[in-house]
Structures are given as structure tokens and as C-alpha cells.
């Protein structure tokens, strides 16, 4: 699949980025560039080859939960974004409301 620039740009839109027209054309060069090596993959024979949940063999190191209790009280009187005794956090999302 060849992507060209009317597909990046809709890449864009849909991802809320803007990209200059030259940095598009890279893109949909790069993109198609990854999309030839996944053609290529689609070729591999996995027949015998064994699922895997991790890219390696060892274990992963774990650690026990530990609970630990603060005083909500004290958080909330030293938080300066509390609306009706919650966190209040900025909007990071832009668009319709």
C-alpha cells in the first residue's frame, strides 16, 4: 500500500497534529516505507514457531503491594484544585463540549 499525502493529511486530522507540507511528504515516504517491511513480514513462515507473551524468557521482578493510608484531610486542604471536596484537574482535551 503506497500512502500518499491525502492520507497523511488525514492521519493528521484525526490524530489533532500538524505537520508543514514537506514534513508530510516525508511522512507518507517513511510511512510507506514501514508498510513495504510489514508486506515483507507477511511472507515469514511462523508455522512452528511457539506464541509468546514476553519478548524475553526471564521473569518479570515483582514486588508486593504495600497499602499505605494518607490523611485525604490533609491532601485536600494543601491541594489548591479542589471543586466540592474532589481533585480538580485541567482540561487537556480541546474540541467540542
Not at 32 to 45: A, F, T
Not at 57 to 69: I, L, M, N, P, Q
Amino acid at each position: 500500500m503506497i500512502i500518499d499525502k491525502k492520507i497523511v493529511k488525514k492521519i493528521l486530522d484525526l490524530s489533532a497534529l500538524e505537520l508543514t507540507d514537506k514534513d508530510a511528504e516525508i511522512l507518507a515516504v517513511q510511512l510507506s516505507s514501514i508498510l513495504q517491511h510489514m508486506k515483507v513480514l507477511e511472507g515469514v513462515d511462523t508455522k512452528n514457531v511457539n506464541p509468546m507473551f514476553f519478548g524475553c524468557e526471564e521473569e518479570a521482578s515483582t514486588r508486593e503491594d504495600k497499602v499505605e493510608v494518607f490523611d485525604a484531610d490533609l491532601i485536600k486542604k494543601e491541594n489548591p484544585y479542589i471543586e466540592k471536596g474532589n481533585f480538580s484537574v485541567p482540561n487537556i482535551i480541546v474540541g467540542e463540549e
